[in-house]
């Protein structure tokens, strides 16, 4: 009930997945992307533990299509899985169990995967699939929005989308973007919203990582002249202060 694109970007070695489902959060299910060790995309039927057992062997060193033969051996209901897993060289591997519900499938391209399960048609996961593709002077986190952006455009699941998430990551042991839609109507469009509006904000949350003096996210956003509308204090609050009370 899922449509993924996972990718590793040649030029930056950058990882990650942006999906999208019927079902509610999905990002806290179906998405496995760890620095320096790889992805994995593990849908349809999700089984966490069998995703984290071959993130343990991407972390080993073992190449995308061993772990996917490791999973195979080991998981007796895997044709109720549809996986895609791409290592850290780029080798990308996937597999449609006979059990996802139909139209599933997936594409295979130079070190990234798109798939999709209770889909419209096959014409879905080929929009991600081009989408991808057609983007590629496009950042990477863009990149894999515009592609699920595509295949909802080109008619997503026949029940609709409910949640979608990004996760990538970069250089970096902490995440690039992180985020998750858990609930909504329109998911994708609520994800590109959050995406854009936090993208100035990439470079701050990477320098603060290393560098604590760097200042307050607001004071960084308005030194370059970037305008953000963030949280209020609720009315009895906001009242209390002005009064010179303290809040009840």
Same mark, same amino acid.
């Given at each position: 009930?899922?449509?993924?694109?996972?990718?590793?970007?040649?030029?930056?070695?950058?990882?990650?997945?942006?999906?999208?489902?019927?079902?509610?959060?999905?990002?806290?299910?179906? =998405?496995? =992307?760890?620095?320096?060790?790889?992805?994995?995309?593990?849908?349809?039927?999700?089984?966490?533990?069998?995703?984290?057992?071959?993130?343990?062997?991407?972390?080993?060193?073992?190449?995308?299509?061993?772990?996917?033969?490791?999973?195979?051996?080991?998981?007796?209901?895997?044709?109720?899985?549809?996986?895609?897993?791409?290592?850290?060289?780029?080798?990308? =591997?996937?597999?449609?169990?006979?059990?996802?519900?139909?139209?599933?499938?997936?594409? =295979?391209?130079?070190?990234?995967?798109?798939?999709?399960?209770?889909?419209?048609?096959?014409?879905?996961?080929?929009?991600?699939?081009?989408?991808?593709?057609?983007?590629?002077?496009?950042?990477?986190?863009?990149?894999?929005?515009?592609?699920?952006?595509?295949?909802?455009?080109?008619?997503?699941?026949?029940?609709?989308?409910?949640?979608?998430?990004?996760?990538?990551?970069?250089?970096?042991?902490?995440?690039?973007?992180?985020?998750?839609?858990?609930?909504?109507?329109?998911?994708?469009?609520?994800?590109?919203?959050?995406?854009?509006?936090?993208?100035?904000?990439?470079?701050?949350?990477?320098?603060?990582?290393?560098?604590?003096?760097?200042?307050?996210?607001?004071?960084?956003?308005?030194?370059?002249?970037?305008?953000?509308?963030?949280?209020?204090?609720?009315?009895?609050?906001?009242?209390?202060?002005?009064?010179?009370?303290?809040?009840?």
């Amino acid at each position: 009930m899922t449509f993924t694109v996972a990718a590793r970007c040649p030029t930056t070695g950058s990882i990650g997945i942006c999906i999208a489902t019927s079902s509610p959060m999905v990002g806290s299910r179906c =998405v496995h =992307v760890m620095h320096n060790v790889g992805v994995i995309a593990h849908q349809a039927t999700p089984e966490p533990r069998q995703a984290r057992y071959g993130m343990r062997l991407l972390g080993e060193g073992a190449r995308a299509p061993k772990v996917l033969r490791e999973l195979e051996e080991n998981d007796a209901d895997i044709e109720f899985r549809q996986i895609a897993i791409i290592d850290i060289h780029g080798k990308a =591997v996937a597999r449609t169990g006979q059990e996802n519900r139909n139209w599933a499938g997936h594409l =295979v391209g130079d070190g990234f995967v798109a798939l999709g399960n209770l889909l419209e048609g096959a014409h879905v996961v080929q929009a991600i699939h081009d989408g991808y593709l057609v983007h590629a002077d496009q950042p990477f986190d863009e990149r894999l929005m515009r592609a699920i952006e595509a295949g909802r455009d080109a008619g997503g699941q026949v029940e609709g989308q409910t949640s979608a998430a990004i996760l990538v990551y970069d250089q970096q042991a902490v995440a690039r973007v992180d985020i998750r839609v858990d609930l909504s109507l329109e998911p994708i469009a609520e994800l590109r919203r959050q995406f854009d509006w936090f993208q100035p904000l990439v470079p701050f949350y990477a320098e603060r990582c290393n560098n604590p003096r760097v200042g307050r996210h607001k004071d960084w956003l308005k030194a370059r002249g970037i305008e953000r509308q963030f949280g209020v204090p609720p009315a009895h609050v906001a009242a209390a202060r002005a009064a010179g009370k303290r809040p009840a």
